[in-house]
């Protein structure tokens, strides 16, 4: 029986995962030498099997044919959650990504950062866009809800002087669609300030 080739191991494994995921050149380190790995991955890419995201990382795209819009490209969200699997991280976006998450801002960036227990870096993708990681204590990333978190880094970003009344009440109907009980857990990991104005939000 004929040992199957490096590429044949690089491709099943690409199917078996499925449309959609995204792939690291590491992830195939077991497969061969580096070098070749690449080629490989290089050559899947020119072929259109594979899109090239960053450096060392491609996409196993989406193909729509219902609407006949071809390939779909991944988010900048999907990119960073992907990154952060890779890296077994967490992250939290922060600054103009996170008041744009929450509808605080309509304003829309190419270069997004997020908070991570992971490794600090910066990625440079195919659009122009860049994702930057920075490092920050695990403990900073320990919140029990998504949505206390994404507020605690959206009103630092702001800071305490400019947290409208618009914002305040944007605040308060998200809060209405999540639990106190879980909310409350993560007052710790808020500047006093934050925990503050949520609290006064759920007893109006």
Known sequence: MATESVEAKVIRKIRKCGRGNLFFSSDFVSYGEAKNVHKIL???????MLLRIGRGIYY?????????????????????EGIAK????????????????LGFSTQITMNIVYLTDGYPRKVSLW?????????????????????????????KSL????????????????????????VKQDYGLMPSWVSSIIKKLYEE
């Not at 290089?42 to 259109?48: D, N, Y």
């Open 42 to 48: 290089e050559r899947l890419t020119s072929e259109e």
């Open 86 to 101: 890779h890296d077994k991280a967490r992250i939290a976006p922060t600054g103009l990504y996170a008041l744009n998450r």
């Open 60 to 80: 196993y795209p989406k193909i729509d044919k219902q609407l006949g819009l071809g390939v779909l490209y991944p988010t900048l969200e999907a990119v960073a």
């Open 159 to 182: 800071g305490k002087e400019n947290i409208t009344d618009d914002i305040l009440d944007k605040t308060k109907e998200l809060l209405a669609k999540d639990s106190n009980d879980i």
């Open 127 to 155: 659009n122009g866009a860049t994702i930057q990681f920075k490092h920050t204590p695990p403990k900073n990333l320990a919140f029990h809800s998504q949505l206390a978190m994404l507020l605690t880094f959206a009103y």
